[in-house]
Each structure stands twice: as C-alpha cells, then as structure tokens.
C-alpha cells in the first residue's frame, strides 16, 4: 500500500529551549500571536459587514453632531455667553453619552457568544483537546471581540475632535470621557465573556448581559433616589458608582452645557454626581467625582470575573485550586487594591483632605439670585440644599468679591492683550450678566456673574489707571463712532462666560471680545476659553482650551 | 508497548455509572476497534483518554506514562476526533487547518506545508479555498480528521469517524484509516456500525453498559465468544417434535426458536467437528425428520457481538 509521510513536528527545537525563563515565557499568551485572535479576526473582519457597521455607526454619529449643532445654534441664547463653546460642549456630551450607548449595546452582543458559541456549535472539545491553554483561548476572546467595539470607539476620536474646533472643551476632558467608555467597554467585554462561560448558552447570556447593563444604568439611580426618599436627605452620592452613564457624566460635569437646549446633560451630570456636591457638599473640600469610585470597581469587578471565568472554561479539574493559582489570584487582588488605595491617597488632598477656608462671603455675591441651583427639569425628589451653601463654595475657593473679580480681570487681560490689534484698548465696554439669564443659572457650576466693581478695580490694577471701563447692558449699548457707524477703534466690548470649578480646582471662563476690524467697516469677534488657577494667590490664566 | 492503557476506569454522571472499571489494553501501532451500543459508554471513554473528561476513579496511562497534571505535554501526542463535532462558519479549509497549527504552536514555514499535505491526505486540496461550511458531510468529516494530524499524533481517537457518510464515504473513510494506520500510528476508533470494525482492525473491544465484555484480536474473540458453532434448521416438521428429538442428541446444546424469514426455524448450538455435523444431519434425516435448510451460521462481528452482549441487555 502507498503511504505518505505526515510531517515531523520540530519536538527537537522545544527541548533544546533553555528551561526556566523560557518556560515561563512560554506561557505568556503564545510565541506568536493567540491563535483565537488570528481567527476570529479572519472571520470577524471578513466580508463588509465590519465596516458596514463602523460606517453606519460613524454616519449616524456625524448626522447627529450637524443636528445638535443646528438645534445649538437655533435655540442659543441671544445674550449671556459665547455660543461657540456652548456648541462645543453640547456637541462633545451628546457625542460621548452616543459613544458610552453604543459601547453598552455592542459590547455584550460580541462577547456574550465568546465561549458558548464554541459549545454550541461543537467545537469547544476540538479547541480545549490542543495544548492551547483554556487562559489563551480567554485571552483570545476577549482582544478579538474587544478590538472590535475598541475600533467603533476610536474611529469616533477623530469625529469628536471636531469639538475642539468650537472650543468649550479641554483635552483633558476628552481623555476622561475616553478613560469611562474604555473602561467600561472593558467591563462589559469581561462579564459577557464570563456570563458565556458561566451559562454555556448564547442566548441566555446575551439576555443576561443585556440585563445586567440595564441593571448597571438604571438600578443605582433607583437605590439612590429611594435611599434620598426614605432618608429624606441626600444619598451618599457613591451608590451612583456602578452605572456607567453617572461616571461619564461626572467626568464630563466640568464640560456639561448649563444652558441652551441640551441642558439636560447637565441636570443629568448633577443628578449622576457630578459637581452635584460642589453645592451640596459636607462643607470641606472638593468631593470627589464618582467615576473616581466607579473605574476601581469595574477595574476589581473585571478582575474578579475575570479570574472566575478562567477556572470556567477548563474542561477537567474546573475547582480543583493549585496553591499556585490561589496565590496568583490573592496577590493580583492585593496588588490592585493597594494600587487604588496608592491612588486614593494621593489624590485625597485635592479632594477630601482639600483645606478649605471659613465661609466669608456672606453678604450676597455679584448679583445673583444666590437662592436658586437648579433650574431646568430637576426632580422634586432631591432635597432642596441650604441657600448659604451656594457661598460657601464660592467662599471655598474664592476668598473674597476681589478675587472672583480677579478671575475675570485676569481673563479678559489675557484676550486683549492677545486678540485686540493694537494691544491695549483705551475703552472697554463689559457687558453686565443678565440676571435672569446667569446669575440664576448655576448648573453644573457654583459661581454667579462677574462682581462689576471688583473687575473693575482689578482689571484697573492689572492693566492701567487710565483704561476707562463701563458696564453695559448689551453689546448693542456700545457706542459707535457717528462717522464709521462702527465700534471706536480704540475700544472694544467685552463678555463673560459664566466661569466653572473643574474637579482640581481650577476653573474655565469663556470670553468673547468685539472691536471695529481693520478695514474699518465691521467688527471682529475673538472668543477664547481660559483655565485659571491660583498661583500665589493670584489668579492667573494657565492654559488656553483648544 | 501498550499506547494506551486504562486501569479501573470508572465514570458516573450522577447517579449513573457510563464507565464502569474498564481495564483497556491497545498495543502501540495497533488499530483497535471499539464496539458498542449507543450509550455502552464509548464516548465517555474516549473523552476521558483525550483529557476532556475527568475520570471519577482510575487511572489512564499514555505511552506508559500515568496522566495526571501533564496534559498540556501529553495532549501533543494525541489526535482526537469527537463524534460530533461543528465547523467555524466564515472560515476557509485551509484557514481551518491553519488555525489548529497555530493551536499546536507549529512554526509559520511548517503551518503551510502541514496544511497543504494534509489536505492532499484527505483530498480536499481542491476545497482548499472553499468556506468550511459549505463542505458535504463526508468532507467535513475528512477535515476533522486532518485537524488531529496537524501535530502528528501517535495516538489518534476517533469517535465514531463513520457515522453519517454515506457508503462511498464510508469506504473513503476506510482506506484512510487504514493508510494511517500503515503509517504506524495507534488509532483507537470507535463505532456501533459493527461491519465497520471488522474490516478495518486488528483488534477490538466489546463494551457494554460502560464494561469491557470482551477484548483481543478478532480470532481471539471470535472463539471466546463461540463455545461451538451455530445451526440453523428448517423443518415443515412440527418443531416441538424436531426440537425433542434433536435435544435426545450427542453435542447438541441449546435449541431456541428463531423467527426470521417467512418460515419458523431452530437455532441450534453444537459442539463438534465437521463430520459430527454431517452425522446430525442423517440421523435427523433418518428420524424422519423433513430437513429443509440446513445451514451453519458463520460468526461474523455482528455475531459476535449479539452473542457477546445479549445476557447483559436482556
């Protein structure tokens, strides 16, 4: 009888490997790449449909951008602030809460078949009857199907950065949004995979999964207002730590729209636990935001889970521990715990150990309408806060009138300066805060409108004695030279945003600057956004957000 | 060398016992035929032999050598086939194979000419591009069984690597094995399609509701199994007077009625030579008894195994 030769595997080459280090080496995910990944990607990637729904997605997201900011600009107020950074922020909340949705809705779809899928359709045997240890075949799950959802986030970056080109957001904002969407997509992926592991059916643990997302958004808003209900006080704000919208929107609450039609992302972000607390805080410090508390405990629920699912998908000796493997398991805990505790440490003096000074602002502050937090559709269910809580967060981090006056004059100082052709104007024209408009309007922030004698004086001391100012009520209330029917060419009108307290203390203050453009026939208009911080006690203008 | 030995292997699912203290013998280079009815316990033997099911008692041993925590280095040796088995969907054959290389941590330059060769074995090297799901039943069993030869096992189990093909496949399938078999592997394969076996191996195993009723070459078997020959006699005689006057005979054992065909017939056990068979017949003849056939029974496997198993199953 004919007989071929089957090939000879190269036994020789794997003894002739040195032992120890190579064997430990060896059992790091593959030599090469996980074979789990190479096909799943093969067959994941394969055909259109991949891109078929990255472009759908990517589509829909760019449709719903142009909407938002058609609907900004239409329903922008007419006075008040700057609409480009309104735009901005609008635009950069709606795309982020899309992005957490489409994340929660994907996530589980792609992972909840991970390992049931294999039982189902009878190859899980074949796969677990290689050397392939049932780790690397976990491993190779959960990058291949994450990578995935991790292109649908990432290929949404470069759409996102279009927000910059309004303004209103900082990097930094960016990255946390990035940081809570990761981490969750990461979350979800692990517990998809270890509900597919743990139930063995694709349809129960898809359901399972979707279940528990649901249960992640909608749960810790019930116990939180039912707590607040039965208490009749605020809940500790950390019963929002496991859903993943109450850690994005705090994230975000220092880019949250406070007015304009989108406003509800910002009642959201202070319902969720934003800068909620800033009001309403125990009297010391900046509270911490929760998705501080909510990444630890995805970051500990992923571990946990994951190591769970480890022992599930072995096919013999599925409870039987090596001492090796408990230790392995303990000392990944233990150094996960310590590395948050490390963390919480060193940012508790920034939050909960922040030194604050005594109350001193007690006389009313710049004209706002200190009673009221919260407008907007504010569930009546959130206990009213004391009034003089409003002053006592400004009083927190501003001294004194002067130096919240300081903060505007060190803004407005930093635009003209820069903006202004000639660099120093002769007049300035601020525009007064509406009350109505702003110094009611605190949401999502603390601060009211702009003290006016105390810009003055400051703005005084910073530039020079003989800058005339006045306070107008509009921009439209500027004079304009009777010859060109235009603004004076040595002045130039000014607006304030309404300043925000970021998590770390510093603060955001949009401002928008007006004068009469070169050729003399109309105006040039400059908004610049300033993150300000003390600095010796002075506030100075530290960053420009792009 | 024994390839393959198992000591007292014991499994229960639950309360019900599917292996019961199997003590399983297969040489090295052996093709060892496993028989049984459906749920006699083969399944769960081979799953254990492959590492995929924990043995509740007993022990398994692997070329000599006892497996306990080595799994990862043993499952090299081992090729293994389950009788059921699905298929990746949006994959290529060639990709299938690929894919199971990579699993045995085959280097690059080797994954190719493995594939390519393997595929030639089973004759899909014109398949080599086609989806894996859109392969026929029988070249989809073909390709399960090249994805146990990626690494070249020394041991393969197949479970019921036949079941479904139609008779062609069959006989593909056949030559095969037989191939590998010539190429000096131990190939354990199971099956309850008795004619299968009988062709294909050298030795076999009978098991019965999780025990090993039998064990050997197949003339070993056959002659464990037949303590005489087998008769079968029609008669347009009442049978109760044939079956008296046979039961007064030297060497007759037992007589049973049988009932296939469309006339009523005697089985008859009998021990004896040639001629004593010869002497029967005339007596019978002779008693006035009207023969119609008179026909010896050869002891196929089929035989065999009814033989073997039917105490148990009753």
């Not at chain 1, 202070?270 to 630890?296: A, C, F, K, Q, S």
């Amino acid at each position: 009888m004919e007989t071929r030769e089957l090939p000879v595997p190269d036994i020789k080459r794997r003894k002739e490997r040195g032992k120890s280090v190579v064997k430990i080496l060896s059992r790091l995910p593959q030599y090469g790449v996980n074979p789990i990944i190479v096909k799943e990607l093969r067959s994941r990637m394969r055909g259109a449909r991949a891109f078929v729904i990255l472009t759908i997605v990517l589509l829909l997201l760019a449709g719903f951008s142009y909407l938002i900011y058609r609907l900004t600009l239409a329903m922008a107020p007419t006075a008040g602030t700057p609409v480009s950074p309104q735009i901005g922020q609008t635009l950069f909340n709606t795309l982020a809460f899309i992005e957490l949705m489409i994340v929660c809705l994907i996530t589980p779809a792609v992972t909840a078949g991970a390992i049931s899928s294999e039982r189902e359709k009878l190859t899980y045997e074949m796969l677990l009857s290689t050397p392939l240890r049932p780790t690397s075949i976990l491993w190779g799950k959960l990058v291949s199907a994450l990578s995935y959802v991790f292109l649908l986030i990432f290929a949404a970056v470069p759409l996102a950065s279009l927000v910059f080109t309004f303004g209103g957001v900082s990097l930094r904002d960016m990255a946390k949004a990035l940081l809570v969407i990761i981490a969750t997509t990461i979350t979800l992926g692990v517990m998809g995979v270890f509900l597919s592991a743990w139930l063995g059916r694709t349809a129960r643990a898809t359901v399972a999964s979707y279940l528990v997302v649901l249960l992640l958004f909608i749960a810790p808003v019930v116990v939180y207002v039912a707590v607040a209900v039965l208490s009749a006080k605020a809940s500790p704000r950390q019963l929002l730590m496991p859903s993943p919208a109450g850690a994005l929107f705090s994230a975000l609450s220092t880019s949250m729209p406070y007015m304009g039609p989108f406003s509800v992302f910002g009642d959201l972000g202070r319902l969720m636990g934003g800068n909620l607390d800033i009001v309403w805080g125990e009297g010391r410090g900046i509270p911490r935001p929760i998705y501080h508390y909510t990444l630890p405990f995805y970051g500990g629920m992923a571990i946990v889970l994951y190591l769970l699912t480890t022992r599930l998908v072995q096919p013999i000796r599925r409870w039987h521990l090596k001492w090796k493997e408990v230790l392995f398991a303990l000392a990944l805990l233990a150094f996960y715990s310590s590395g948050v505790f490390l963390f919480f440490r060193s940012t508790s003096t920034r939050y909960e150990k922040a030194s604050s000074p005594p109350p001193t602002l007690g006389d009313g502050s710049g004209g706002g309408g200190g009673g009221i937090f919260l407008s907007g559709p504010m569930p009546a269910f959130i206990p009213t806060p004391p009034a003089e809580d409003a002053i006592n967060v400004q009083s927190r981090l501003l001294k004194s009138e002067d130096e919240l006056g300081s903060t505007y004059a060190a803004a407005a100082l930093q635009l003209y300066r820069g903006a202004f052709p000639s660099g120093e104007p002769e007049v300035l024209y601020l525009v007064e805060t509406i009350d109505d408009a702003l110094g009611d309007i605190t949401q999502g922030l603390p601060l009211q409108g702009p003290p006016t004698d105390a810009v003055v004086s400051q703005l005084k001391k910073r530039a020079s004695d003989a800058l005339e100012i006045f306070w107008i009520k509009s921009p439209a209330d500027a004079p304009n030279d009777p010859k060109t029917g235009v603004l004076e060419k040595n002045s130039a009108v000014i607006q304030f945003g309404t300043p925000m307290i970021q998590d770390d203390g510093r603060m955001l203050l949009s401002v928008e600057i007006r004068f009469t453009n070169a050729q003399g026939n109309g105006l040039d208009e400059v908004i610049k956004t300033f993150t300000l911080q003390q600095v010796n006690g002075e506030w100075k203008v530290v960053e420009q957000v792009e | 060398m024994l390839a393959i030995e198992t000591r007292n292997l014991t499994r229960y699912y639950g309360k019900v016992t599917a292996v019961a203290d199997l003590n399983l013998q297969v040489s090295a280079g052996a093709l060892f035929g496993l028989i049984g009815p459906n749920g006699a316990g083969k399944t769960t033997t081979l799953r254990m032999l492959a590492g995929l099911l924990e043995p509740s008692t007993g022990t398994i041993l692997l070329n000599g050598q006892e497996v306990n925590h080595n799994w990862p280095e043993l499952r090299k040796k081992i090729g293994y086939m389950p009788d059921f088995f699905g298929v990746y969907e949006d994959m290529l054959v060639w990709e299938y194979l690929d894919f199971f290389a990579r699993c045995y941590d085959l280097p690059t330059t080797r994954r190719r000419q493995v594939t390519d060769e393997l595929l030639e074995l089973v004759d899909l090297t014109e398949k080599r591009e086609a989806y894996v799901q859109t392969l026929s039943r029988g070249m989809r069993q073909r390709l399960c069984l090249a994805h146990a030869l990626v690494h070249d096992p020394q041991i393969l189990l197949l479970d019921e690597p036949a079941s479904g093909l139609d008779p062609r496949a069959r006989v593909e399938m056949r030559e095969l094995l037989r191939e590998l078999g010539a190429m000096g592997k131990t190939i354990l394969v199971s099956s309850h399609i008795l004619s299968e076996l009988a062709e294909l191996c050298d030795s076999v195993g009978i098991m019965e509701k999780g025990q090993l009723v039998a064990s050997g070459s197949l003339a070993e078997i056959s002659f464990l199994a037949t303590q005489g020959r087998n008769l079968r006699i029609k008669s347009i005689s009442p049978l109760e007077e044939v079956k008296s006057k046979l039961n007064n005979l030297v060497g007759v054992g037992q007589v049973q009625d049988s009932d296939d065909g469309d006339r009523k017939s005697l089985e008859v056990e009998f021990q004896g030579d040639d001629d004593a068979i010869a002497n029967l017949l005339s007596i019978l003849v002779s008693q006035g008894v009207k023969v119609i056939s008179f026909i010896e029974i050869t002891n196929n496997l089929e035989e065999i195994f009814l033989s073997l198993t039917k105490g148990e199953v009753a």
